[in-house]
């Protein structure tokens, strides 16, 4: 039982370039999230998804697309990177409904955009 | 779902009970209270949740007040392994989807 992994552990990419970053978990949770984390700041929600084939705008979406075409993995695209999206970026999954207290969180993906 | 508030940095001594406090003045009847934290580098770690009643497990206890207003998570003997960012978070359950607000949290140096 692997629980939550994310590829790749690290990127560098330059401004303009785009990118997909995996995010895949064994444990048939329902809801998934994409969150960033920039130095010294708490993690921020991006986007998030309650099902296979739904997705929905967190907090900080612009610049990031998704997509969560099987229930066990979630995609998070960068079309056009820049600059201002150098971060930490943590995929994480949870059972859904009433007793998601407990989110289950990757390795994290470290993004430079030079 | 409301806004919390802790210090920005506590140290404990090794073995010694570390006691982190949270404000959460604002939280509302169906508002829960969870515990995360992150070690350096690290995706975030569930520690415990708790709503009206103090909550204890294998890693920590759960005390809020009967006001609810604020809280303490306790790591009973602490270790240099705790060392870490704790995050105090208040959300509501039903449709808010299990979505977490991460605020700054407390930076719990462990010392031996």
């Known amino acids: 039982n692997a629980g939550v992994t994310q590829t790749p552990k690290f990127r560098v990419l330059k401004t303009g370039q785009s990118m997909t970053l995996l995010c895949a978990q064994d444990m048939n949770h329902e809801y998934m999230y994409w969150y960033r984390q920039d130095p010294g700041m708490g993690l921020r929600l991006i986007h998030y998804?309650?099902?296979?084939?739904?997705?929905a705008k967190g907090e900080v979406p612009d610049g990031y697309n998704v997509s969560r075409l099987k229930k066990q993995n979630f995609l998070l695209g960068l079309e056009s990177a820049a600059p201002s999206q150098t971060s930490v970026y943590f995929c994480a999954s949870s059972s859904g409904g009433l007793s998601s207290y407990e989110q289950y969180f990757g390795p994290g993906t470290r993004l430079t955009v030079t | 779902d409301a806004k919390t508030t802790q210090p920005t940095s506590m140290d404990c001594a090794e073995g010694r009970a570390a006691n982190l406090p949270c404000n959460h003045s604002?939280?509302?009847?169906?508002?829960?209270v969870y515990w995360y934290r992150q070690i350096h580098s690290q995706g975030p770690q569930y520690i415990i949740h708790g709503l009206k009643n103090n909550e204890t497990n294998e890693m920590a206890s759960l005390i809020i007040t009967e006001d609810r207003k604020s809280s303490t998570l306790i790591l009973p003997h602490a270790t240099l392994r705790d060392t870490a960012v704790y995050y105090c978070i208040v959300r509501a359950g039903g449709t808010s989807y299990g979505k977490l607000t991460f605020g700054q949290g407390t930076i719990l140096t462990v010392h031996p």
């Open positions: 604002t939280i509302s009847g169906n508002e829960y």
């Open positions: 998804s309650v099902g296979e084939g739904t997705t």
